[in-house]
């Protein structure tokens, strides 16, 4: 399952582009006709663009239509996300996250999302899209809430439930 950030926070031109690179990336990893693969979107609410398919290209086509805004319910998408892999038969299940790292209006923290994933055996992979300027290891970076975040929260969640984190710039 592939969760992709369509929050108001992935509105920057950058931002929503290097997502949708990283997902085209993600993509290159496929088996076509073999790994199936879903895309989902959230601000506040979580949402099936592409129900599972063994055609990564519905997945490259539907991210064009991917419009930020809104809050962000990052931990309660990653919950439902799990939730929705672990009903999949097939024994290799994972969610892999695209997203800035901020989160505004989840109900859940990131260590009940870790709990949650890790007792229905759903590794998280995060990939978190961060303007240069903030990248960790950067001369230039400067911190902030979404590096924060990245580094404390989705990196322990991540980890947690046996997936893991890579920071990605913006170009």
């Known amino acids: ?27 290159s990893w496929i088996k076509p006709n073999v790994d199936e693969v879903s895309l989902y979107s959230f601000d506040r609410e979580l949402r099936q663009e592409v129900d599972f398919t063994k055609d990564p290209d519905e ?4 991210l064009g239509g991917l419009e930020p805004m809104g ?10 996300a799990a939730r929705e892999s672990a ?3 097939s024994p290799r299940r994972a969610v892999i996250v ?28 995060v990939i978190a899209v961060v303007n240069p300027i ?4 950067t ?3 400067v911190g902030g809430k979404a590096q924060e975040q990245v580094q404390t929260n989705l990196t322990s969640l991540a980890e947690w439930t046996g997936g893991g984190t890579t920071i990605a710039s913006a170009p």
């Open 98 to 125: 695209v997203t800035d790292g901020i989160d505004t209006s989840s109900t859940m923290t990131a260590a009940e999302v870790s709990s949650l994933a890790s007792s229905i055996d759903v590794p998280v992979y």
């Open 71 to 80: 809050a962000t319910s990052l931990y309660d998408a990653v919950a439902e």
């Open 1 to 27: 399952t592939i969760l992709f950030d369509s929050s108001g926070s992935m509105r920057q031109p950058r931002q929503l582009e290097a997502g949708r690179s990283v997902v085209k990336h993600v993509l």
């Open 87 to 89: 009903l999949r038969p």
């Open 134 to 137: 903030d990248h960790p290891g």
């Open 59 to 62: 997945i490259r086509d539907a």
């Open 139 to 141: 001369e230039t970076a």
